[in-house]
């Protein structure tokens, strides 16, 4: 593969979508301390603790970045975002798109259309906006090494009950994962996805892990060794997929989840 070409000691450009709390937080954080340019994004609600992650940024590693709120599941918010990044930056080097929500949790039985389309909106629509627009730009740059990498989860390769939309939707960033770093390939571009277990987020307390069934479940699941996940373990790993080091690894998902199952 071509995809490990960039030239070492360019500093590169990194956005993360999702970015203003949990692990999206943390993944630009990582990306930051390894010189990356970091673009932040998160929704316009989240402006003011957006605009926190970017002052933390630039005070604790100098480098620089910027706030680009916007909706993931907006098709023009995202071709805009990306257009911004590029501008502002100098070019888009690693998508990140961690952008998601849980949705409610309720039995497939008890769904409404649109708790189901709320989730699929983001999780995925979402995503493919973010792939699509993140590849536009790297194949307009006309250089091979970009780096983009999906948020998928535990849930996306075993489902729980009553997380029947959030479920599908991860599931799905593993087939459009698969089918972006096909087409992609050929431009020297790597897509790959990150699959979290329980991970202490804002994310995961929307269910309790120690009272609900599915979290009591899950909880037993673990093996004895293991426990929660801390976000930084997530961006651990994303720091290797975005680095050039991982040029030979595309197409993947990976389990991030203490040994709650092997893949």
């Not at 995202?78 to 080097?93: F, I, P, T």
Request: charged share 20%; proline share 3%.
């Amino acid at each position: 593969m071509t995809s490990r070409s960039l030239t070492r000691g360019a500093t590169r450009v990194a956005l993360i979508t999702g970015a203003a709390q949990g692990i999206g937080k943390a993944i630009a954080l990582r990306l930051a301390s390894d010189g990356f340019k970091i673009a932040l994004n998160d929704v316009d609600s989240k402006r003011n603790q957006l605009e926190g992650v970017n002052d933390e940024i630039e005070k604790d590693y100098g480098c620089e970045t910027c706030s680009v709120p916007g909706d993931v599941s907006k098709e023009r918010d995202v071709e805009d975002m990306v257009q911004v990044v590029s501008q502002r930056l100098g070019s888009l080097d690693v998508m990140v798109a961690n952008a998601g929500i849980l949705g409610s949790y309720t039995p497939i039985l008890s769904t409404t259309e649109k708790q189901w389309d709320d989730v699929l909106r983001i999780n995925t629509k979402g995503i493919f906006f973010c792939y699509k627009y993140a590849a536009k730009q790297m194949v307009a740059q006309g250089r091979p090494g970009g780096r983009i990498i999906g948020a998928s989860s535990f849930a996306g390769k075993q489902g729980l009950t009553h997380i029947g939309a959030y479920a599908a939707s991860k599931f799905a960033v593993r087939g459009l994962t698969q089918v972006a770093a096909l087409e992609l390939g050929h431009h020297g571009i790597t897509v790959n996805a990150y699959a979290p277990g329980a991970i202490e987020t804002p994310l995961a307390t929307a269910i309790d892990l120690s009272t609900t069934p599915a979290g009591k479940d899950f909880l037993n699941k673990l093996p004895s060794f293991s426990t929660v996940g801390k976000p930084e373990e997530v961006a651990s790993l994303v720091s290797f997929l975005a680095s050039q080091e991982s040029g030979y690894i595309t197409g993947q998902t990976i389990s991030v989840n203490g040994g709650l199952f092997f893949d």
